[in-house]
C-alpha cells in the first residue's frame, strides 16, 4: 500500500526518536522560504531528513558539511591537494551509492552534501537507519580524506557531532 507524505512524516519522526538525538521539525519555516519542500526534519546540527513536493515517492536524506573560511581557502582547483581530494571522495561515494554535491558561496567551496534517498515503499526502520548510517559513515570518511590531504584542514566540519559519530543503534 502506497504511504502518504503525512504517513512518511510519522514514520520518519518514530525513527528518528529511537536514536535520542535532538531534533526540530522545520516543515513550517521551510514552507515560509520554499514551496519545494513538504516537510523537514534537522537531526543534530547537520542532518537534514526531507520530502520534496516534486518526489512523491522518496525521502531524501542530507549530511551537510560546512567549512570555516580558512579550509574555504585551501579548496581551489588549481590546488593539486584539493584535486586529489575530490577524486577520493568521489570514489568513496560512488562505490557505496551516496551522492555528493560541493555547496559554493560566491566563488568559494563552503560545504559539501553527502546526501541518498529511501524509496517510499521501503520505507521501514531498518532501511531508513541503513540508509542514514550509510550516509554518516560516508560523512566520515570525506572528513578523513580531506584531512589526510591538507595537513591544516580543521576538523571542526562536525566532527564530533552526534549526528556523525553515533551509530543509530547504539
Same mark, same amino acid.
Given at each position: 500500500?502506497?504511504?502518504?507524505?503525512?504517513?512518511?512524516?510519522?514514520?520518519?519522526? %518514530?525513527?528518528?526518536?529511537?536514536?535520542? #538525538?535532538?531534533?526540530?521539525?522545520?516543515?513550517?519555516?521551510?514552507?515560509?522560504?520554499?514551496?519545494?519542500?513538504?516537510?523537514?526534519? =534537522?537531526?543534530?546540527?547537520?542532518?537534514?531528513?526531507?520530502?520534496?513536493?516534486? =518526489?512523491?515517492?522518496?525521502? @531524501? $536524506?542530507?549530511?551537510?558539511?560546512?567549512?570555516?573560511?580558512?579550509?574555504? &581557502?585551501?579548496?581551489?582547483? &588549481?590546488?593539486?591537494?584539493?584535486?586529489? +581530494?575530490?577524486?577520493?571522495?568521489?570514489? #568513496?561515494?560512488?562505490?557505496?551509492? *551516496?551522492?555528493?554535491?560541493? *555547496?559554493?558561496?560566491?566563488? *568559494?567551496?563552503?560545504? $559539501? +552534501?553527502?546526501?541518498? @534517498?529511501?524509496?517510499?515503499?521501503? $520505507? %521501514? =526502520?531498518?532501511?531508513?537507519?541503513?540508509?542514514?548510517?550509510?550516509? +554518516?559513515?560516508?560523512?566520515? @570518511?570525506?572528513? &578523513?580524506? $580531506?584531512?589526510?590531504?591538507?595537513?591544516?584542514?580543521?576538523?571542526?566540519?562536525?566532527?564530533?557531532?552526534?549526528?556523525?559519530?553515533?551509530?543509530?543503534?547504539?
Amino acid at each position: 500500500m502506497t504511504k502518504t507524505s503525512e504517513e512518511m512524516k510519522v514514520l520518519v519522526e %518514530d525513527f528518528i526518536k529511537i536514536t535520542n #538525538i535532538n531534533y526540530e521539525d522545520q516543515t513550517e519555516k521551510v514552507r515560509e522560504k520554499s514551496k519545494m519542500i513538504e516537510w523537514q526534519f =534537522r537531526v543534530g546540527t547537520n542532518v537534514i531528513i526531507s520530502k520534496n513536493t516534486n =518526489r512523491a515517492d522518496r525521502i @531524501h $536524506l542530507n549530511v551537510n558539511m560546512r567549512f570555516p573560511p580558512e579550509d574555504s &581557502k585551501l579548496l581551489i582547483i &588549481k590546488n593539486p591537494s584539493f584535486s586529489k +581530494a575530490i577524486m577520493g571522495i568521489s570514489e #568513496i561515494c560512488t562505490t557505496c551509492g *551516496i551522492g555528493h554535491q560541493w *555547496i559554493k558561496s560566491g566563488e *568559494i567551496i563552503a560545504g $559539501l +552534501a553527502i546526501f541518498s @534517498h529511501v524509496d517510499e515503499e521501503n $520505507l %521501514d =526502520r531498518v532501511t531508513f537507519h541503513n540508509v542514514w548510517d550509510n550516509v +554518516a559513515r560516508v560523512s566520515g @570518511h570525506v572528513q &578523513k580524506i $580531506l584531512r589526510t590531504n591538507f595537513s591544516s584542514f580543521s576538523s571542526q566540519t562536525n566532527s564530533s557531532d552526534e549526528t556523525i559519530d553515533k551509530s543509530m543503534y547504539g
